[in-house]
């Protein structure tokens, strides 16, 4: 199987598990925003509002934008709160957070619950080989594993309901949990299954492997794989709607808002889709990057104002109607599990400085301008993540979870 950097990143970030020191520490980093051939044409910044402030999955909501409501960003400068020590050889997912608790899965397979308030541990739970990140609902905890997909109480930990089919790698897709159903896509098809007790629904098969994250709106759900397809399915029985053809694999994840599908492929190409009929809207190829090699998106979100697109060492940023570039920044510091959280105008994502990776940055959403960096004092500290919710910002790294606030 072909090694990507992103892949070649975890393998780098192995044995940085160290004890985590207390005090903290927030600095500023001279980012200045990088405007693009075409930054002219950029449309006016009118983002749609959305109610969500929990992060309940790897890109926040089942639509996959990676967006929260303005009350959930918090308010002023960012400081450091509080570290849990989380100690592993292999590395973090993004964390989960839903009301008063904070989900973290680190790579030697242990599942964590602390306090969002004082990140006190409330329980542990070890599961068989690691999986990506888990994803909560109506008070239940969904873990995906090599040997199946597993449910636990949200609040006590305790497991409630397995199923064998299907196993998933740390690069496999995350289930997606919305109105009381589980959504996995993952080996050679989809399958949905009943929150309460496990019971499956449905289940598609697809040609090939799937690995792209889905998402899920107003009853459908939208998912796409290796096959180089962007489907459409009926969430009540899995028909499928509309699907559309691109030109390369996607292991990009899906966002959806305003009526338009957003995803990306390993060629480069960023795409727009009509939601209802799956016409294309708009295409934009990412550059060549340094090393003259494609660079590929990682990870895609929205606020149905702009479509923020990440690669392994960038952020670009464009017009999520017309596809236009509106600015970049290429301080941008991608790993297997980075990614990008929005709400209130602004954007956080990890960066690179001067002196060490892992730190957070905040950049206006419109104009690209970057306000406060952050870091807890420790290298790669920031590396996974960021989550947003309930007026704080969570990210995982060597040793531990995070919290600024």
Known sequence: MTEYPSRRRLLAALGTAAGVGTAGCSTLVDYSPDPFDGSDDCPPYDPVETTTTTWPGTFGGPAGTATVAAEAVPDGDLTFDWSVPIETFMGYHVPIVDGDAVYVHDLDASLFSVAADSGEERWRLEMEGPGPAPAVGDGRLVVATETGIEAVDAATGAREWTAAEPAAGIFDAPPVIANGTVYVAGGVGVRAFDLADGKLRWHVPTGLRMTSPPAVVDGTLYVAGDDTYVRTLATDDGSERWRHKTTARIECNVAVAAGTVYTGTEAGAV???DAASGAERWRFQLPVGETERQQRPRTVATDGSRTYVTTDTTLY???AATGEPCWRTRSYSGSYASG?????????????????EGWGAVFDAATGERGQAFASGRDRSFEMGPSLAE??????GNGGLRKFS
Do not use: E
């Not at 990008?340 to 060490?356: E, L, M, N």
């Not at 007026?391 to 995982?396: E, K, M, S």
């Open 271 to 273: 795409i727009a889709l």
């Open 317 to 319: 940023v464009l017009g």
């Open 340 to 356: 990008i959280a929005i709400g209130d105008g602004k954007v956080y994502v990890p960066v690179d400085s001067d002196v060490r």
């Open 391 to 396: 007026g704080a910002i969570y990210g995982t």
